[in-house]
């Protein structure tokens, strides 16, 4: 009896003993020396310096993480890994750059190409960490000074609508989606000017930069509908939560207020301006602070009294997608 007690009590001590290690390297020896973890979201534009190198040529994009530093011209894509200085080609094989942009929530960079020698446009999806691995999406049937100037993706359903510019303020719409089916959608302007799509949702918008218009298209049904109240609005953008940012602007296009919707609910004047601003400095990233400063609750739109009413008299019915593709053809 006595020997098993001492076993018992030998025991009892090393689980103590290497608790106590363990807490030691947990809680002490390898604790942080802040109160928090530094994450990927929480890296700052102040993080990055240091870790890439100081090029001076081309214009510069970090992903989403900061894990990678993009350097585009016209004639190269350098990407650069975090305390790399050696860049990841991407291989152009004569082909120019008209658009470049990282995905919001991966390490894949979107890239519009223009192939001259066959007066071809191209989306290429390109993955620094697979470099040898490139997918392109060609447009057919376009003319030869067409490029892809913007790119509106639903990451949640791999769905992508490309602006192509065709001539001065004369533009395409091309989607594609997963199974790389890629077709021109037409739309109910020539002149367009910001494009959106849902994160989560095929509904696509644009607006009408000659008319003031904002519109949504249904990319799975194939309907559109104009969404603005009366008056002339420029689209700026929508965001995860599918708030619809939109701005009324004078005849110079420069934007007096900014309205936030939702399909079905309506929209509300957020934020006035104390004078008239440029429609270029409207961004989503320029205009959520000022709204969430002057409207602490500004995303709870369920509140607004009559919106639904108001969003009825304000929009228009949907059309059939075999109307809007004729009266768009007609423009």
């Known amino acids: ?43 700052t534009d102040e993080d990055v310096k240091g870790h890439f190198p100081d090029v001076k040529e081309g214009k510069k994009y ?34 120019t750059v008209s658009f470049f942009e990282w995905m919001p929530d991966r390490d894949l960079a979107i890239v519009g190409l ?36 913007d790119v509106a993706y639903s990451t949640a359903t791999n769905v992508v609508y490309m602006k192509v510019k065709i001539e001065s303020n004369a533009y ?4 594609t989606d997963a199974n790389y089916d890629t077709r021109r959608v037409y739309m109910q302007a020539s002149n367009i000017g910001t494009i959106a799509v849902f994160y989560d949702e095929d509904k696509f918008f644009y607006d009408n930069a000659k008319t003031g218009d904002v519109f949504m298209f ?8 104009v969404i603005n109240p009366p008056g002339r609005y420029r689209l700026i953008g929508v965001d995860k939560g599918q708030h619809i940012y939109i701005a009324k602007v004078n005849d110079n296009d420069e934007v007096l207020s900014i309205s936030q919707g939702k399909l079905g609910v309506g929209f509300k004047t957020v934020y006035k301006y104390d004078a008239p601003v440029s429609l270029s400095s409207a961004t989503m990233g320029s205009i959520q602070p000022l709204i969430l400063q002057n409207n602490p609750n500004y995303d709870d739109l369920d ?22 593709n004729s009266e768009s053809k007609k423009r």
């Open 1 to 43: 009896m006595k020997a098993f007690n001492k076993i018992l009590s030998c025991f009892v001590l090393g689980v103590l003993i290497q608790g106590g290690i363990y807490y030691y390297l947990d809680q002490v020896y390898l604790a942080p020396s802040t109160d928090f973890a530094l994450s990927k979201s929480d890296i």
């Open 62 to 95: 970090y992903s989403q993480d900061k894990k990678y530093m993009a350097v585009v011209t016209t004639n190269s894509v350098d990407i650069y890994e975090s305390d790399n200085n050696t860049p990841i080609s991407m291989k152009l094989k004569g082909r």
């Open 114 to 149: 223009h192939d001259s020698n066959r007066n071809a446009a191209i989306l290429a999806q390109f993955n620094p960490e697979d470099p040898e691995h490139e997918t392109d999406t060609e447009l057919e049937d376009l003319p030869a000074a067409a490029r892809i100037v």
């Open 172 to 175: 395409r719409i091309y989607r």
């Open 218 to 225: 249904n990319g799975t049904e194939g309907g559109w509908r």
């Open 303 to 324: 509140a607004i009294s009559d919106s639904k009413d108001n969003a009825d008299k304000n929009t228009s019915t949907d059309k059939s997608s075999s109307k809007s």
